[in-house]
């Protein structure tokens, strides 16, 4: 099977400094320069050649990349599924360049409250990333918000979930993988997630809360797919390998002619050599760099294949509803989580409750404060929520 991804990081450089990310700060990420776009092109057109499907524009910000539109424009034009993720506060400057040239516009937001926001990425930018997401559908885009799920985060997780509800937007929750020497999310944490997972527009990737509840990659027998499934390329024109969280080796890409070697580079024998031993060294046992896992899951199948595969299908009908709804004004969503379904009623801390009276979340300002004041069983409607905000 080709590699399905590129993982293609435009720039290092970031607005923001989160705390689980050393990307920008990395004294051999701050040398490096950015390509100009025509190389870029001629490298999306062998990934063309080799049969890669999605394209993930990543960073650092992506839109700090001066030519992102151009770029854009050309991946569209060679078909290719886009990505972008952001963090949303640059967006609005760029808005109305990169309407639709982007399928998967995605801002990175995993708390509604401002100083957790500032605490946790270092700027004041939450106003900004609400101002993006509001633009964005105004414009006609489908966006989604990815909010990354730490042992901290993950307890207010409920009011991201009806920002979203409210704004009609997918929220894509995932944990926080070890890198920089974070802390994981722990069991209970994991298992939040998969609660969570049940309210109208929250997807995550079932196949790999389990994979991450098992421990990871394992090296005796890798699950990790990440040279076969994924090509990253880096800012300054090289391919990493095996990935960029661990990468070990920098293979130089060439250009003769208006072409480039990528292709041949990826398929020669070093490079496939690589691909035998994906997943097996060292560093990966215990590996849960999520980046990787949901095209490695792809093959061969088994149980996260068959999880992986129903995360997609409920992604798909979570962006069809966002498309009908904005299309129509027809309302889909059950704006109180659950409120609908039986097996979601039933849990204990089913966010339609007061929070603090199921036991659930005590860092949520808003369900929280209103929580001592609803009686057992009183509904918080959208508006009340939205009063809150
Ligand atoms: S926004 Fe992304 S690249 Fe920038 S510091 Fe945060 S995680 Fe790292
Ligand atoms: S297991 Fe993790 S560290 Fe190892 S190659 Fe795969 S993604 Fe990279």
């Not at 890409?253 to 050599?273: C, F, K, M, T, Y």
Request: with cysteine.
């Amino acid at each position: 099977m080709p590699p399905i991804l590129a993982n293609y990081y435009l720039t290092y450089k970031c607005n923001s400094r989160c705390t689980y990310c050393d990307i920008p700060v990395k004294p051999e990420n701050i040398a490096i320069k950015e390509s100009q776009p025509e190389t870029i092109i001629e490298n999306l057109a062998a990934l063309k050649r080799l049969g890669v499907k999605v394209l993930d524009f990543t960073g650092g910000e992506p839109l700090i990349y001066r030519y992102l539109p151009e770029v854009l424009q050309a991946a569209k034009s060679m078909g290719f599924f886009v990505s972008v993720a952001n963090t949303g506060t640059l967006y609005p400057r760029l808005a109305k360049e990169l309407v639709g040239l982007i399928d998967d516009l995605k801002f990175s937001l995993s708390t509604t409250d401002r100083g957790e926001y500032k605490a946790e990425r270092g700027i004041d930018g939450y106003d900004k990333v609400i101002e993006s997401l509001k633009l964005a559908r105004s414009l006609g885009e489908r966006p989604s918000i990815i909010a990354t799920a730490t042992p901290e985060s993950i307890w207010g997780m409920e009011p991201v979930i009806r920002l979203a509800q409210d704004l009609g937007v997918v929220v894509l929750l995932g944990p926080v993988f070890e890198f920089c020497g974070n802390e994981l999310l722990h069991r209970d944490g994991i298992r939040e997630l998969q609660r969570l997972s049940r309210f109208d527009n929250v997807c995550v990737n079932w196949a790999f809360l389990e994979f991450y509840l098992n421990g990871g990659n394992q090296v005796k027998s890798p699950r990790c797919r990440a040279v076969s499934s994924t090509i990253v390329i880096s800012p300054d024109d090289h391919l990493l390998l095996p990935c960029y969280h661990m990468h070990d080796e920098r293979l130089k890409i060439s250009h003769e002619n208006g072409r480039s070697n990528l292709d041949e580079l990826w398929l020669s024998a070093p490079v496939q050599q690589k691909r035998k031993e994906e997943g097996s060294w060292d560093f990966c046992q215990g590996c849960t760099i999520w980046c990787y896992f949901e095209t490695s899951f792809l093959w061969p199948p088994d149980q996260y294949f068959l999880l992986n595969m129903k995360s997609k299908l409920r992604w798909g009908k979570e962006k069809a509803k966002q498309y009908v709804e904005a299309r129509t004004g027809l309302n889909l969503t059950r704006k109180l989580p659950g409120s609908k379904d039986k097996s979601v009623v039933k849990l204990p801390a089913n966010p339609i409750r007061g929070v603090n009276q199921a036991g659930g979340c005590g860092t949520c300002p808003s369900a929280g404060g209103s929580a001592a004041t609803e009686s057992a069983g009183e509904l918080v409607t959208p508006v009340e929520f939205s009063r809150k905000m």
